[in-house]
Each structure stands twice: as C-alpha cells, then as structure tokens.
C-alpha cells in the first residue's frame, strides 16, 4: 500500500519530475517490463496483460487544414484575371494561418505590371506590415539602390513567397509558403516576366523546390515552369538583402549577381 502523500509533498514531487522532464503518468503502479518480458517467456499461454490506463491522453494541437486551404487559394488565385483582382483576392482569402497571428495587412507587390524582372522575397516584415508594400524598410532601401545601380529601377515587379508577416519575422513555413504559392503563381503568370530573381534561401527553396542553403543555390541559373506548364522562366536566385546588411562582405557576390542578371535581360530585351 503506498502511504497517502500530503499535498506538499505531492507538490514537490511533481515539480521534481515536470524539472525532470516527465509531464506525462501512464499508470498508477511502476511497470517492471524486464520482468514481465521474463514472466511471458517462462508461461507463454498467459495472456497479455491489459494496457496501462494513461491518466493524461497526449493529442498533437489539430493543425489547420493545408490541403484544403491551398485548393481554396488555387480557385481564388484562378478566378482573378487582373493584378489588381488578385490583391483583392488575397485580401480576402481566410486560408492562410499567417493572418490570423498578428498581421495588420496583406502584403501583396509593388512596381511596374509589366515589369520584365520579378523579385520574390521571403515574407513582409514590420515595416511592410505598416505600410501594405513588399521591401520597404531598410533591407527594401538597400536592394533599391542596388537595383538602381544595376540601371533596373523602374522595370522590377516586387512580391514575396507569403503575403502576411510572420509573427516575430520568423522565417514561414513551408505550410504557409504552399498556402500561398498559387496567389504567387498567378502573380508570375499576370505579370509574365522575362526572369524571377529569388532574393534569399527562403524563397530560392519554395519557389524552385530545392533543399540547397542558399550560399549553394545563389548565383546560379534554374528553370521555373507554371504548374500548367505554358510558362517557363530562368530563375536566379540571390542573398537576401537583410542578409547583406548583416554581413556587408557579402554584397559583392549579391552585386555579381545582379550584373549577371541584367545583362542576360539586356541581352534577351534587344532585338536579333
Ligand atoms: N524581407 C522580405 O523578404 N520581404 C519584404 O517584403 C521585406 C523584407
């Protein structure tokens, strides 16, 4: 018989094991499995014992549906036949979980709708949140004097791989990504641009569903096809501009690779 615990007792012993790691009983009796192994081998006709009892049912937290929600994004996505429709399509979609997580707004694009460069970011951060446009804080000043640098200011259609801000400018999942990857899709397909620049390791591993850190990926050239397969556009992905504020060495390899860029889109841009 086990002696009544008081309460304090009890207390105490129950903050040993939550500091131990155990937040979880499965049975009110310790269970000796060697034994029972032991036992079950000396009379194999026995029959098994009955499961413990768990005193407490350990769930994962129901997520949300992704399946269901990307379909809701693909018909939205589908259903807007202009830019400006599809902003208003992503306004209004419920679907992703990043809305619901402290976002202000909807961060959809800024730049020309007939850009010949789309630049896909990661995810807007607070002071696109405050603002309702992608790349408008300090990383967003820095990428436009290197695209004024490379003489492309003015011919850039700017975006993200999701169009909330994630909570603590966490980098999104790639839940979040999926959910929105068809808004990001038809965004590619509206404005049809001659090339995607994929600005840091985030959107580079969504968009060209590749597992490469981005110091591997970045510089080099991939093939981005539509899911209906009608548009095909060479891909450059790139470090982030965040990334160069942070580590300012890096900006060379960034600016090499915005120059290789233009001057594939120059060359693509003049006539034969
Ligand atoms: N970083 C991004 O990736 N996107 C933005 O819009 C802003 C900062």
Not at 2 to 12: F, K, Q, V, Y
Not at 32 to 41: H, M, Q, Y
């Amino acid at each position: 018989m086990t002696p009544a615990l008081d309460r304090r007792a009890a207390e105490s012993l129950l903050a040993f094991w939550a500091e131990a790691g155990i937040d979880a009983l499965y049975g009110e009796e310790s269970f000796d499995r060697l034994a029972e192994g032991a036992e079950r081998l000396k009379a194999k006709v026995r029959p098994p014992s009955p499961p413990p009892t768990p005193l407490r049912t350990v769930r994962p937290a129901a997520g949300p549906d992704i399946a269901e929600a990307v379909s809701q994004a693909r018909a939205a996505a589908a259903a807007a036949d202009t830019l400006e429709a599809l902003a208003e399509a992503i306004a209004a979609f419920e679907g992703c979980p990043l809305r619901h997580e402290g976002a202000r707004q909807a961060v959809f694009s800024r730049g020309a709708a007939d850009a010949p460069l789309m630049i896909i970011g990661e995810a807007p951060g607070a002071d696109e949140d405050a603002q309702g446009a992608p790349f408008v804080g300090r990383a967003g000043k820095l990428l436009d004097r290197m695209l004024a640098a490379a003489g492309l200011e003015g011919r850039v259609f700017i975006t993200n791989t999701v169009f909330w801000r994630p909570p603590g400018n966490r980098t999104p999942t790639p839940a979040e990504q999926a959910i929105c990857a068809p808004f990001l899709e038809r965004a590619i397909t509206l404005v049809k641009p001659r090339m995607l620049l994929l600005a840091g390791g985030a959107p580079a591993k969504a968009v060209l569903k590749r597992d490469e850190g981005i110091l591997s990926l970045r510089g080099r050239w991939f093939e981005w096809k539509s899911s209906d397969g009608k548009l095909d556009l060479p891909a450059l992905p790139t470090l982030h501009p965040a990334f160069l504020l942070r580590q300012p060495a890096a900006k060379k390899k960034a600016w090499l690779d915005l120059l290789t860029l233009t001057e594939r889109l120059d060359r693509q841009g003049r006539p034969e």
